[in-house]
């Protein structure tokens, strides 16, 4: 059974630093993807993950994927205020085409 | 763009009420999910439907039931709703084996 695990939950921190959130997933899965989720609103799609290596970015955010080690990670550079959030990756198990198993999520406070 | 819609962003019901949440997605995707989210808790996926009049129940079935008479409409009902069902319900939509694209969310007050 797939399991995901996210760490750390609660991540405070200035503007201006560069910090790693990470998503561990227990068995093989070939699709990895991470959300963002803004206070009191629902969430949205940042990327999606498929092989491994892969390396995605936007903006301040990169999303990377090393499905050897079953892990991937969220960085942020120079973080800015408006990056506050929770973050949630999730992964599909590999006999599955319906059900996400979620991450617990990483709320992010980034303070001025 | 897939655009997911739910009906209502606030509702406030009564115990014991029957409440309808209802969400419709435009771009024929095959399935559905139902989600609740509580602080704390992350997100507990209540029911799934991978093809009309299909369901199977998620991780926490108990108090709901729903509804997919159309591939486009997914219901979730509250029979007699509770103080405990209070949260914030989220619906979802994907098509195969690709990411979810979410609704806006209906944060529910039962009272």
């Known amino acids: 059974e797939l399991k995901v695990e996210q760490n750390p939950l609660f991540l405070s921190m200035q503007e201006g630093k560069n910090y790693t959130i990470y998503c561990n997933y227990s068995?093989?899965?070939?699709?990895l993807y991470w959300y963002r989720q803004d206070p009191g609103k629902s969430l949205e799609s940042l990327f999606v993950?498929?092989?491994n290596g892969a390396v995605k970015q936007e903006g301040r955010l990169m999303a990377s994927l090393d499905t050897k080690a079953r892990l991937s990670t969220l960085h942020i550079t120079a973080a800015v205020h408006d990056l506050s959030a929770t973050y949630f990756c999730?992964?599909?198990?590999?006999?599955?085409?319906?059900?996400?198993?979620w991450g617990a999520g990483t709320k992010l406070i980034i303070k001025p | 763009d897939v655009k997911v819609t739910q009906s209502s962003r606030y509702l406030v019901k009564r115990t014991g009420e029957k409440v309808f949440l209802e969400c419709v997605q435009d771009?024929?995707?095959?399935?559905m999910f139902w989600y609740r989210q509580d602080p704390g808790l992350g997100l507990r996926l209540i029911y799934f439907?991978?093809?009309?009049?299909?369901?199977e129940k998620g991780d926490i079935p108990e108090g709901y039931s729903v509804s997919r008479e159309k591939k486009e409409r997914f219901s979730l009902i509250l029979e007699s709703a509770s103080t405990n069902q209070t949260s914030m319900y989220l619906c979802?939509?994907?098509?195969?084996?690709?990411?979810?694209?979410f609704g806006s969310g209906t944060r529910l007050t039962v009272v």
């Open positions: 993950l498929l092989s």
């Open positions: 999730a992964a599909f198990p590999m006999d599955s085409n319906y059900q996400l198993i």
């Open positions: 979802a939509s994907s098509e195969g084996g690709w990411g979810y694209t």
């Open positions: 439907s991978y093809d009309v009049k299909m369901k």
């Open positions: 068995t093989t899965s070939d699709r």
């Open positions: 771009m024929d995707h095959e399935n």
